[in-house]
């Protein structure tokens, strides 16, 4: 059972990683951005709710979020593990993915086994290169006014959960601002399945 939840703003590459991850660690990954974009092609419910807030660099509010992951999660494939990419992105979140850790335990009757298998990671990259990559990336939500509405988003609302993480033992930082390869080498090192 292997549980790596990716912290780091925007353009870090935690989706590219997440992927290789994902392969290597055999277990799914779950990008909440990804869902959303789905949801908005599709013009759901949910992605007509969530599309304002996605344009304008805006986290989609919880109640939005948190039933979507919970549906994620409560899927087969994610009873095995998960890596999660872009959630949690606030406390309320992260102390909802805590809860459902906790709970998952206690129906498998292993509340003293771990709580080691739930990795965190940070990968660290300086923002004159976040804002460089995304602008290269183009995406929709991808014009430089909203990159940098992206990027006080994280710093003020997702940057805390650093400190969150490190006072509860679970969090490993990785230099992302090295050449893919060798990002996915240290990621490697960094958990512990
Ligand atoms: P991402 O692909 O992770 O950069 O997410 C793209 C956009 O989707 C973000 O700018 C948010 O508007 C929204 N989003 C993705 N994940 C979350 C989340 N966990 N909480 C709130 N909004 C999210």
Redesign the pocket.
């Known amino acids: 059972m292997v549980q790596v939840i990716f912290l780091g703003p925007?353009g870090s590459g935690?989706?590219t990683q997440s992927a290789r991850l994902s392969e290597f660690l055999a277990v799914p990954h779950i990008?909440?951005?990804?869902i959303?974009?789905t949801h908005v092609a599709q013009q759901t419910d949910l992605g007509q709710k969530?599309k304002a807030?996605?344009d304008?660099?805006?986290?989609?509010?919880?109640q939005l979020?948190l039933s979507m992951?919970q549906d994620r999660l409560d899927q087969p494939d994610a009873q095995k593990g998960w890596i999660l990419?872009?959630?949690?992105?606030?406390v309320t979140?992260a102390t909802f993915v805590e809860d459902l850790v906790k709970q998952q335990q206690v129906e498998k009757g292993s509340e003293n086994a771990d709580s080691k298998s739930l990795n965190t990671i940070n990968l660290e990259v300086p923002d004159e290169v976040l804002i460089e990559r995304l602008l290269a990336r183009g995406r929709a939500?991808d014009s430089e006014e909203t990159i940098r509405h992206?990027l006080q988003?994280y710093h003020e609302q997702t940057e805390p959960l650093i400190e969150y993480y490190r006072d509860r033992n679970q969090l490993s930082i990785v230099n992302g601002n090295l050449p893919l390869d060798q990002v996915t080498a240290a990621l490697k090192n960094a958990i512990v399945a």
């Not at 990419?85 to 606030?90: L, Y």
């Open positions: 925007p935690k989706g990008s909440t951005g990804d959303l974009r969530a807030f996605m304008q660099g805006d986290l989609v509010p919880d979020i992951v990419d872009g959630f949690p992105r606030n979140q939500d992206r988003v």
